[in-house]
């Protein structure tokens, strides 16, 4: 069918487009990959702009520092404890409420109307302030319940789950009831286990939102010492920025002394993502796809 | 008898994430009352007085309100539509690959960045884009003068829109990719048998066959035209670049929590949800009616 210049001409077509996908891809990645060069880079090399891809005067001395740093490590322990328990309680609000909800209305009769609760929130929300009041009003400022507890439900996994429940058939579930099973063990021993990929999926998502948080440890959290890591790089690496751009000195960003110590802070901080972020590849596609699971 | 007693257990399962819900999503609401307030803090929502739709008038009134609205929409309607193309074009020739590992890589690495939060990103950024930063290195290189991307109206919006398609395009093509693999082989089997090139198959087959994403897609983003990425912005901007970065989130950060005129924030917010949650109904209708799509 195709004479032999076509055939070259598509095998051309199609190295070009390989390369271009490769180029693409380092692009991606070389912002991320300087900043490793620079944390493993002499503070003079990097301060005279010599650092590109690979560190230039090799040296271990930003994360020696770090190891220095006490509130790094504070910080660094309340985010490990903020993932541990949010995501702990996520992942119960999202199962607890995905169940009932994906029941129908023949079983649960007051599910549509509590579906249009969680419904309503994820179309309409109050806004920052009056936001921030009532978790002033709910006395939780400045403990970890301030990071964990207003984003308890995350409505989105709920929809998500839900759909995945209502795709298992119910025969299942009837099956389970017949034996004398309750709605509880059902849920535990029946609809947790058939869900394991969706349930991974959200819990991961939630994981990675409560390690990445930076907002709300910045406003609801006055103490230094309890505020999550994100935040305290914020305050690190932002804020000096913010306010030397305002200045008239509008060309050096950073004090240049610092430019390798605060590359190796954000390495280490990306650290904890990297480690999941085998299991997060393993189950999101199937977690985006989800939402299309119809009834 | 039996039902009954399932229905209670429904009850008792959902109590505490609709307590939860009804606490921090739903009690909020009633504090939108401060946006007709001369709200002082001392007093609270009980005891300060109401002035109607003053807040609303003297928002109108500063010069900065115009400026503050334009850019939102600016920056989300310019970042809906390149992360719609962009990851479209990108699932497209990825979808060609024919070495699985190499695919594999390649998706391994352009997905990496959307796990990662705007903090981490914006100190990248910062390290990259400064006058004395790497980008800036390359410019002197090729014999052009330095630019000062984050402190430049002119080159503001184009770096916060190039770095949130940096972060988000492989994420978003995931969906393009799911699309592209459901459409049936047979239809590539049947247009190759008919003579069509690549480019053919592309027009006659393929699109065609992800038109419905990318319909689905376009419709949910009409949704997000308010959101122009607090986290993004509140992380990159500076008093230098308001004029072209500062968007209503960040606004409303400013003058509410650091400023504390609460009324006022509290009117530019509750005139953002108003707006933003007739989008989400709209889009949502389109989304059901062009693509026969319902979130729940």
Redesign the interface.
């Known amino acids: 069918m195709f004479n032999k210049q076509q055939r070259f001409g598509e095998k051309a077509a199609y190295m070009l487009l390989v390369a271009f996908l490769i180029i693409i891809t380092i692009v991606c990645l070389a912002p991320i990959w300087h900043m490793v060069a620079l944390s493993f880079s002499d503070k003079s090399a990097a301060a005279a702009g010599l650092v590109s891809f690979i560190p230039v005067g090799f040296t271990l001395t930003p994360y020696e520092y770090i190891l220095q740093d006490h509130r790094f490590f504070q910080s660094f322990w309340v985010s490990i404890q903020r993932v541990l328990l949010g995501g702990a309680i996520n992942f119960v609000m999202t199962v607890l409420a995905a169940y009932p909800l994906s029941k129908e209305t023949s079983e649960f009769p007051a599910r549509n109307k509590l579906m249009w609760i969680f419904i309503f929130t994820m179309m309409f929300n109050g806004g920052l302030i009056p936001w921030y009041m009532t978790v002033k009003l709910t006395g939780i400022m400045d403990t970890m319940w301030a990071l964990v507890l207003p984003t308890a439900v995350p409505v989105f996994n709920v929809v998500l789950l839900m759909n995945f429940f209502r795709a298992i058939p119910k025969e299942i579930g009837e099956a389970a009831k017949m034996d004398g099973a309750g709605s509880f063990v059902t849920l535990w021993r029946v609809y947790i286990p058939m869900a394991t990929a969706a349930i991974a999926t959200v819990t991961l998502f939630s994981i990675v939102n409560h390690w990445n948080a930076f907002f709300d440890g910045m406003i609801l959290i006055n103490d230094q010492t309890r505020q999550p890591l994100q935040t305290y790089i914020r305050s690190l690496v932002i804020t000096p920025m913010l306010s030397e751009m305002s200045s008239e000195d509008l060309g050096a960003l950073l004090e240049l002394s610092e430019r390798t110590f605060n590359a190796a802070k954000i390495v280490i901080t990306m650290i904890p993502v990297l480690l999941v972020y085998p299991f997060l590849q393993k189950y999101f596609v199937t977690g985006i796809t989800l939402g299309s699971v119809k009834e | 008898m ?2 009954n ?3 209670w ?3 008792i ?2 109590a ?3 307590l ?13 009352v ?1 946006a007709f307030q001369d709200f002082i803090p001392g007093k609270g ?1 009980s005891g300060s007085a109401f002035i109607g739709w003053d807040n609303f008038t003297y928002m109108f009134q500063l010069p900065e309100s115009s400026q503050i609205f334009f850019n939102t929409i600016f920056i989300a309607i310019s970042k809906i539509i390149m992360n719609l193309i962009v990851p479209l074009g ?1 699932a497209l ?2 979808n ?2 024919v ?1 699985v590992t ?1 695919k594999r ?9 959307h ?14 884009l ?5 980008v800036n ?1 390359l410019l002197a290189g090729i014999g052009l003068d330095p630019i ?1 991307f ?2 430049s109206n002119t080159w503001f919006p184009v770096v916060i829109i190039g770095s949130d398609v ?1 972060k988000e395009f ?1 994420f978003n093509a ?2 393009y990719l ?1 699309a592209l693999t459901a459409i049936n082989p047979s239809l590539y089997e049947a247009a190759r048998i008919d ?1 069509a090139s ?1 480019l053919q198959q592309l027009r006659y087959v393929t699109l065609p066959g992800i038109a419905p994403t990318i319909i689905l897609l376009a419709c949910l983003g009409i949704g997000k035209i308010m959101n122009a990425g ?2 993004q912005i ?2 990159l901007y ?3 670049v308001y004029a072209s970065g500062d968007i209503i ?1 960040t606004y ?2 400013r003058i ?2 650091t400023q504390h005129q ?1 009324g006022l ?2 009117a530019v ?2 005139l ?2 108003v707006v ?2 007739i989008l ?2 709209v889009s949502w209708k389109l989304a059901d009616k062009w693509a026969n ?4």
Not at chain 2, 105 to 113: R, S
Not at chain 2, 130 to 134: A, E, K, L, N, R
Request: neutral net charge; aromatic residues 16%.
């Open positions: 039996k039902t007693r399932h229905v257990s429904y009850y399962m959902l505490p994430p609709i939860l819900v009804l606490m921090y999503e739903v009690l909020p609401l009633l504090g939108l401060i929502v990108f020739m990825l060609e690959v070495q190499l890589w390649i998706q391994t690495i352009v997905y990496l960045p796990f990662m939060s705007w903090v981490i990103l914006a100190g990248v950024m910062v390290n990259l400064s006058t004395d930063g790497i290195s000062f984050l402190g940096w492989g995931v969906i799911a003579g690549k607090f986290e509140f992380n500076n008093p230098s989130d409303v950060y509410g929590l609460y924030a509290t917010g509750t953002k949800s933003g949650f989400v109904v799509y319902r979130i729940f």
